[in-house]
């Protein structure tokens, strides 16, 4: 069954750092996605992208971070300057169509700022 | 603003004994309503979409329900292999060019053999 893989599945960084969160989303889906989850707390919506933009941003989303597709496979999340509050687990999802159907979760990234 | 609120909490049950966990909400026209299964320091697994108010699916033990304010989702002869946070969210049709959803908090499940 097709999924979507991420990696690292865990990162610890020292604030200020910047960390690069990278996805894999399902081969044919062209609508990806980052959420977020803080421990013990709800999954929130980061951003969505689609045909190279951005779609849409939460407020969460400020000028720190960043998405891009380097590539036909890769969707990455950068954080340029991290803060002890951006520690969270970070999803990836994709969807191959946006308004209808199954949208899918990686397993997340667990980000720990020191 | 698109709101999910999820009942109860936690919830504990004896393997085989039914239940049902709701998730009501209010969002600017409903384009689908989601359940999630999540395990511990996993990331959510989709279970169902749900569109219309009356629209049933189901999945093993598992069936959802929706009308115009909530979402149930019923649990039959739960095993413990069921323990899990199920997760509820809707994805609103207007003001989302995003095509976001919107997450509860979820109930977290406990089923004891």
């Known amino acids: 069954e097709p999924e979507v893989t991420q990696t690292p599945s865990h990162q610890v960084t020292q604030m200020g750092q910047e960390v690069i969160l990278r996805c894999v989303p399902i081969?044919?889906?062209?609508?990806f996605y980052w959420y977020r989850q803080i421990l013990g707390q709800k999954v929130e919506f980061l951003v969505s992208?689609?045909?190279?933009?951005?779609?849409?941003k939460s407020e969460i989303f400020d000028d720190q971070f960043s998405v891009e597709r380097p590539d036909g496979s890769n969707f990455t999340l950068k954080i340029r300057s991290t803060k002890l509050e951006d520690s969270a687990m970070y999803f990836c999802?994709?969807?191959?169509?946006?308004?209808?159907?199954?949208?899918?979760f990686g397993e997340g990234s667990r980000l720990t700022v020191l | 603003e698109d709101q999910v609120t999820q009942s109860p909490e936690a919830l504990r049950l004896q393997e085989g004994e039914s239940s049902s966990l709701n998730c009501s909400y209010t969002?600017?026209?409903?384009?689908?309503l989601f359940w999630y299964r999540q395990d511990p320091g996993k990331g959510p697994e989709f279970l169902f979409t749900?569109?219309?108010a009356g629209e049933e699916k189901e999945k093993e033990r598992l069936k959802a329900t929706l009308t115009k304010k909530e979402s149930f989702l019923h649990i039959t002869a739960p095993k413990p292999e069921d323990s899990a946070t199920y997760l509820c969210?809707?994805?609103?049709?207007?003001?989302?060019?995003?095509?976001?959803?919107?997450f509860g908090g979820g109930t977290r499940l406990m089923v004891k053999p």
């Open positions: 969210a809707v994805q609103a049709h207007f003001n989302n060019a995003g095509n976001m959803l919107t």
């Open positions: 992208f689609y045909n190279n933009e951005i779609s849409e």
């Open positions: 999802a994709s969807r191959g169509t946006p308004t209808t159907g199954e949208l899918f």
């Open positions: 749900l569109y219309s």
């Open positions: 081969s044919n889906h062209l609508y």
């Open positions: 969002v600017s026209g409903l384009r689908g």
